[in-house]
């Protein structure tokens, strides 16, 4: 049971370039989220999926697109990449009270390192 | 909007002292309440949480919480530092308007512990 991953760990862009971040989960919860994690600003949520199919816009959307295709899966993607969105990237899943095994806890990946030059 | 402070960005301990990290959240429906704690260079694990019941929650590591309503606060604590309990921890509020289906974070309050 490896809980949440997420890959690439480390990336370097250049400004403009695009990329695409992945997130799995193997413990068939139904919502994920992905926030960003910069300094002395605690996390921020960027997009959350309630479901296989959906996703919802969080604190800081803009610059972002998500996509939640299969429900273990949740990409997070940068059409064109600013220095702005150096940070590092955490994906967390949980499972909702009322549904087998919910609790509302969220777990988290390993994050990815992300730097825009 | 709910938000949470978190009351200094670092606080420092010796080993064997108090630990008291401050929390206080602000929710006009009854909240769900969440202390996490970052090692470095790690994700955040959860180490204790309030939904209902019980005011009092106990957590991992020997930290507890309080929930007091009437002060809007969620203040975390353990007796007795120790040296691996330095890391970063983050309170945080999740409440009915959103389902409980998203957290609000604070900004996180670095435990430094000095031998």
């Known amino acids: 049971n490896a809980g949440v991953t997420q890959t690439p760990k480390f990336r370097v862009l250049k400004t403009g370039q695009s990329m695409t971040l992945l997130c799995a989960q193997d413990?068939?919860?139904?919502?994920m989220y992905w926030y960003r994690q910069d300094p002395g600003m605690g996390l921020r949520l960027i997009h959350y999926s309630v479901g296989e199919g959906t996703t919802a816009k969080g604190e800081v959307p803009d610059g972002y697109n998500v996509s939640r295709l299969k429900k273990q899966n949740f990409l997070l993607g940068l059409e064109s990449a600013a220095p702005s969105q150096t940070s590092v990237y955490f994906c967390?899943?949980?499972?909702?009270?009322?549904?087998?095994?919910?609790?509302?806890?969220?777990?988290f990946g390993p994050g990815t390192r992300l730097t825009v030059t | 909007a709910q938000s949470v402070t978190q009351l200094g960005s670092h606080v420092s301990v010796s080993e064997g002292a108090l630990v008291l990290l401050r929390c206080n959240y602000s929710?006009?429906?009854?909240?769900?309440l969440f202390w996490y704690v970052q090692y470095p260079n790690q994700g955040l694990q959860l180490l204790l949480k309030y939904t209902t019941g019980a005011t009092l929650v106990k957590g991992i590591n020997g930290f507890e919480a309080e929930f007091k309503k009437s002060e809007t606060s969620f203040h975390l604590t353990k007796p007795s530092a120790h040296m691996s309990d330095a890391a970063e921890y983050f309170c945080a509020v999740s409440d009915l308007r959103s389902g409980y289906s998203t957290l609000t974070f604070g900004k996180g309050t670095m435990l430094l512990v000095s031998p």
């Open positions: 413990m068939n919860h139904e919502y």
């Open positions: 967390a899943s949980s499972q909702p009270e009322g549904l087998a095994g919910g609790t509302y806890e969220q777990y």
């Open positions: 929710s006009s429906v009854p909240p769900y």
